[in-house]
Each structure stands twice: as C-alpha cells, then as structure tokens.
C-alpha cells in the first residue's frame, strides 16, 4: 500500500480548506447492568468496560486504564507502521507495547498524598527492519513521535472540561 499516494489527496483538501481537517471524535460510556461495568460506544463499534480487580470488578473486561493503554498502543504502531510505509523503509514487524502504573489506593480515596491516575507510562516500540540505516531508523523515530495522536495529547496535556447534565 503507497500510503503517500492514499494521503495525498487529503492533505491537498486539507491545503485548500484548512477547516476540513479538523475532527472531532466521541465515545459514549453507557450505563451497563452492575455499577462496575459500562458499554462504550464509538460510533463504529461498542466496547465493553468494567472497573480493575484491584477496586472490585470482575476482571471479564478491558479497563479504562487497559483502554487507555491500548488507545497509546494503537496509535503508536499505526503512526510507526504508516511511517515506515511512507519513507519506504522495509519492516519485518513493529509491534508497540504499553505499560503503565498506577496506585490504587489514590482511586479508592484512601490517601491523599496518592495521586488518582497513571504515575507513569512506558512505550516500547519493537521494530524489525534489518534492511533500514542508522539515518532511516532515526527518522522512523523522530517522525512515530511527532504524529502520534495519543502519544502528544498524553505528553501535552490538553484542555478538558467537564459538563454536567442533570435531569
């Protein structure tokens, strides 16, 4: 597949129109049948969620630490495959792996000095191509890096807000 030549029309509307490439994505966390679990819906399929073993869920589905992690994965070997793709750089395999800890007892409010959230997140990414250089290699890098989604939004932090409805 020649990603250039699929990306190229997109980007000369995106030239044309600047507007047009901006999106917007949405997912929808629904009620499920017990407090522990949730469907998550993104419009093109429904996931199902429930909390980690470590605060009482089941462990039957996916997280949203698990979630989190995979979006992180996901976007990092897509970006790192596409990449590689368009600068022609022969790969074997790449494969991303994400991990991340957390402390449970800042979710479980049993101490305030335990933060809520990921204290710390680590990507690996293995990348099989015995054929690229040195100089191919560290443009693989260097590019993965800069166009991977998740990878900067979790670096940079964005605005959130949120929005309460109540009825």
């Known amino acids: ?3 250039r030549r699929l990306q190229r029309p997109l980007k000369e ?3 044309r129109e600047p507007g047009s490439s901006r999106v917007t994505l949405r997912a929808r966390g629904s009620e499920a049948d017990t407090p ?3 469907s998550v819906d993104i ?4 996931y199902e969620a429930g909390a980690h073993t470590g605060v009482g869920g089941t462990g039957s589905a996916a997280c949203s630490g698990d979630l989190l992690l ?8 897509i970006t790192c495959q596409m990449v ?7 790969t074997r395999s790449i494969e991303a792996v994400a991990e991340g800890d957390l402390d449970l007892a800042g979710t479980l409010g049993l101490s305030e000095e335990v933060p809520v959230g990921f204290q710390e997140i680590r990507l690996t990414l293995n990348v099989d191509a015995p054929e690229a250089s040195e100089e191919q290699l560290e443009g ?8 991977c989604v998740v990878m900067q939004t979790l670096k940079g932090a964005p605005r959130l807000s949120v929005a309460w409805e109540t009825g």
Not at 43 to 46: I, L, P, Q, S, Y
Not at 70 to 77: D, F, T, V
Request: net charge positive.
């Open 1 to 3: 597949m020649n990603v």
């Open 70 to 77: 995979g979006a992180l994965a996901a976007c990092a070997q």
């Open 13 to 15: 509307r995106y030239r």
């Open 140 to 147: 693989l890098k260097e590019k993965t890096e800069r166009y």
């Open 36 to 38: 522990l679990s949730c």
């Open 43 to 46: 419009g093109r399929a429904v």
């Open 84 to 90: 590689a793709s368009a600068m022609e750089i022969p």
